[in-house]
Structure formats: C-alpha cells, structure tokens
C-alpha cells in the first residue's frame, strides 16, 4: 500500500524499545517550542506484528520518523531495512538511533549512520539537530508530492 497524501507537518514517529527515549524526546519536542508531536510505538511490536507498520504509517501519516535499533543488532537491522525500504517512507524523514553506535556498527560491518542516544545532553542537541534537517527535508519533499 503506498501513501496517497503527503505527510503532515508537525508529527514524529518514533519506533523504540525504551520509554525513556520515549520521555527524552517527548520533552525535546515540547522544550523547543516547535509545533510537532510526537506518536510512538515500540519497535518489536512492529517486528512481531501487532502493529502494521503501514496501516500505523497511514493513520498517523507522520513527517519524520525515528527508528531506535536495539539488540540483536544483526535482526532489527534486518527488519528495519524492510520498513525503511517500504513504500509508506517516500517523502517521510527519517533518523536512526541506538544505544550503541559502535557495537551496531561492527555487527554491520558498515558505518549504520546511527546517532548514539545514551541520555547525554549531546544527544538531545543531535536528536534535534536532525529532526530539523529532516523536517526540512520533509517539507520540500511534501511540497514536490503537493
């Protein structure tokens, strides 16, 4: 199924193990005085099916999403991949994220382009540096789909 409208502005989607990124960029959205909300589900409901990742990527039609990949790496990499490559994704921004930049990395064999997210107060500055440049990336993506 492939998106029929473009995504709205002001929404995150965030796909996570932990609610404490949950709460950490709960709190970055309302801090920054954006009008963007977050939605959020976690991500090994999506992996074992009690959330459709397309018809929740419909419903709530968000402008960038964040995907956390946690442990087994090598797994969630996989299934990420998948989401990532759907074609619900087109004109959506989209961030990844992990706990462990360096262990994700070495599983890959590849730099993973995470940001590292251990609750340093750098982390929050690089969460919502990117989520900037991706709604920036979004609006004019939106703009072209319009």
């Known amino acids: 199924m492939s998106r029929s409208k473009p995504s709205a502005a002001g929404i995150v989607a965030l796909f996570n193990a932990s609610d ?5 960029v709960q709190k970055l959205l309302t801090g920054a005085g954006d009008a963007q909300s977050l939605i959020w589900c976690h991500f090994a409901d999506l992996k074992k099916g009690i959330v459709n990742f397309e ?3 419909d419903k709530h039609n968000p402008e960038v999403v964040i995907f956390d990949i946690s442990p087994p790496y090598d797994q969630n990499w996989q299934f990420f991949k998948t989401m990532r490559d759907a074609k619900t994704m087109k004109g959506r ?3 990844l994220t992990t706990t462990n930049k360096n262990r994700l990395d070495e599983v890959l064999g590849e ?3 995470a940001l590292e997210v251990v609750g340093r107060p750098k982390d929050l500055n690089e969460i919502d540096a990117a989520i900037k440049e991706e709604t920036r990336k ?3 993506a939106r703009m072209a789909l319009a």
């Open 20 to 24: 404490d990124t949950v709460d950490m």
């Open 55 to 57: 018809k929740y990527m």
């Open 93 to 95: 921004g989209m961030i």
């Open 111 to 113: 730099d993973s382009h």
């Open 138 to 140: 979004a609006d004019i």
